[in-house]
């Protein structure tokens, strides 16, 4: 009988405020990545804040799962949120160093934001390989949201040194776009660039109008501008409400918000405010009605606070492209998403604080329905070209599983 050690069984650990089957949008595209792995016939555990409800897979239900608390994700507001960083960190960073051995893989998601600079630090001289999956860049997002950025920037001066200490030990750090990938190499990130999907699997394309939500709202006659999400610090909505009251009279125009998030509160004050009959505000739907939701609007709001191109990506693009639906931005005219946006012809953009733009952008669309009609098929078929839940999930597999697919991702290697 040999004496030989049996190999180390390597496994998978995944690290996230929110995993499945919480429902929250990071939880739900983690939960694509740990079905990747499953299917692979990979080892995972996960480390999450919340065990949000009994999962009815039997996969995730069998899967080693630390939960550091029962909480559900939802809107935990600024002080909510700077409560619960450190109460995960610490739970979390004591899972890792209990738990992380030599060969394992420890992709870190990024909420709470920066939690993998404590995460290199629970890997470190573990022979643990580290990947870093960015869906924001802190704490340059904290920066632009300081009325006082320069000062800002030199009180986190030691954060971005660390930053970068820890940038230089993961092994690679996947980023959403190529702007985002310029932030993180200067900072001193190895870096694959792999955008967010849509399930366009499960969400097909739908003919305008082709919604319960929208018929239990609205008539065949309305326009029906749609929100879909969180209406986070880094939108914009003043300019959408200025456009709004230009739009007062054109009673077939309607705004519909399904959503909720800081800014809420508000939109919803303007519109009291300015008497405005054309807005309809709706609780977020459950996943099962994502699609029919997202069907409901003839075409969809989307915006980013200029500032902030580079620093984050509104991924909800995706699901609106993959139903089939036109997109009105509002941000950088000229920034990534308007340039996407107009490449491929599903779309207008008008520039933050220009409300005339956007009035008249709007009431165009409203005004031409085979337009609309033509800009939503342009939208999923620009989805299906460049921005496919396979390609995708191809790409994160082959920096997952590099040996499987043989070959591995190069430095700062463009998707």
Known sequence: MSDAPKPTLSRFFVVNQWLPPDSAPTAVLAGEIVDLLLEAQQTVVLISRARARQSRDPRLAALTHFVTDETESGALGIMGKLRAWPQFALAAYRTLRRELRAHDTLLVCSDPPLFYLVAVFAARGRGVRVIHWSQDVYPDIVEQHSRWPMITRFALAPLHWIRRLALRRIDTTVVLSESMQRRLVAAGARTQVIANWARDDRIQSRAVRDSNLRRAHFSDQDFVLAYSGNLGRVHEFETLLAAACALRTDSHIH??????????????????????????????????????????????????????????????????CAVGRAVVFCGDAHGE?????????????????????????????????????RMGHNARHALDCTHARGSALAKWRSVLLPKATGSAPTQNDRA
């Open 255 to 320: 705004f519909l918000i399904v959503g909720n998030g800081p800014r809420l509160t508000r939109l919803m004050q303007g519109v009291v405010a300015e008497k405005l009959k054309n807005f309809r505000f709706l609780p977020l739907q459950p996943e099962s009605q994502l699609a029919d939701s997202l069907a409901a609007g003839d075409a969809h709001f989307v915006s980013l606070q200029p500032q902030f191109e580079g620093l984050v990506l509104p991924s909800k693009l995706y699901s609106i």
């Open 337 to 373: 998403v308007a340039t996407f946006i107009g490449a491929h012809n599903f779309g207008v953009a008008a520039a933050v604080h220009d409300a005339a733009a956007l009035a008249n952008a709007i009431r165009a669309l409203a005004a031409d329905a085979v337009m609309v009609e």
